[in-house]
């Protein structure tokens, strides 16, 4: 049973969309959540949420945590084509790291 | 069934030491990485193999070598370990070099070197 679950597994939008990835999940000893973009080699890590309701802000790309919830989002506003790739969220639990299977994002032109 | 396993999960080992982290996976994927994990979160690849032959090898170390005896493991072996050589270590497999689908990553070895 998967602990980290991400939603949609597959996106096309156009450029200039604003999208919105979801990443929930069920761990015991939650310490943070992790978003990463993923092209060609490492992951690109993009934020660390570790309080609920705090927005944390990067050009672009935004995120949130709601801990009651367990979920997190992401969102990508005036999306362009170098957006597209997979979104990778983890959740840190106890000393493990928890991977979601992520989100594959594809920008048209 | 864990579909990437590591082990160990934990490892605390005195400088100077060689240690090994072991992968294996069941998915019948062609691909397997090395990453490591900085106190930053950065994800840095070390290695890929594809069907046991090296593809990646970043600036990493040669005191770092990893063996894959078959598709389906990829082990890392440390030689003379370095404090800085503390961190997180991530295995991960694809199911052929360049996709970007299907990628999974193991959970982890959190290596400390005292």
């Known amino acids: 049973e998967d602990k980290v679950v991400q939603s949609p597994l597959s996106l096309v939008v156009h450029e200039g969309d604003t999208v919105t990835l979801n990443c929930s999940y069920e761990v015991t000893n939650f310490r943070s959540l992790l978003w990463y973009k993923q092209e060609k080699k490492a992951p690109t890590f993009l934020f660390m949420l570790t309080s609920s309701g705090i927005e944390k802000k990067s050009g672009r790309l935004s995120s949130i945590l709601d801990k009651k919830e367990l979920f997190s989002i992401l969102n990508i506003t005036a999306t362009q084509t170098g957006d597209s790739a997979i979104y990778l969220c983890a959740v840190e639990e106890d000393d493990k790291i928890i991977f979601g299977k992520g989100t594959r994002l594809h920008i048209l032109p | 069934d864990t579909a990437v396993s590591q082990t160990p999960k934990y490892l605390v080992t005195q400088m100077g030491n060689d240690k090994s982290i072991k992968c294996e996976q069941n998915l019948g994927h062609d691909t397997m990485y090395w990453y490591k994990q900085d106190s930053k979160k950065f994800l840095k690849i070390m290695f890929s193999?594809?069907?046991?032959?090296?593809?990646i090898n970043e600036t990493v170390p040669n005191r770092f070598s990893p063996k894959s005896p078959d598709k389906a493991h990829l082990n890392l072996h440390i030689n003379s370990l370095e404090l800085g050589d503390s961190a997180v270590y991530f295995c991960?497999?694809?199911?052929?070099?360049?996709?970007?689908?299907?990628?999974?990553f193991g959970s982890g070895t959190r290596l400390t070197v005292v």
């Open positions: 193999y594809n069907n046991k032959e090296l593809i």
């Open positions: 991960a497999s694809s199911p052929y070099t360049g996709t970007l689908y299907g990628y999974t």
